[in-house]
């Protein structure tokens, strides 16, 4: 019988999915402006 996931592993899944889909949004919003940030001016994302 295999391991269940536990809620906490599910937990941890779900913060780094969501940190990683915000990062790639910023991103694109960047690549759509110019390749700048509106709010902090940075080129790096």
Do not use: P, W
């Not at 996931?5 to 913060?15: G, H």
């Amino acid at each position: 019988m295999k391991e269940q996931r536990k809620y906490s592993d599910r937990k941890e899944y779900i913060k780094l999915a969501v940190d990683k889909r915000r990062k790639k949004i910023k991103a694109m919003a960047v690549a759509l402006k110019g390749g700048k940030c509106k709010l902090c001016a940075t080129i790096d994302v």
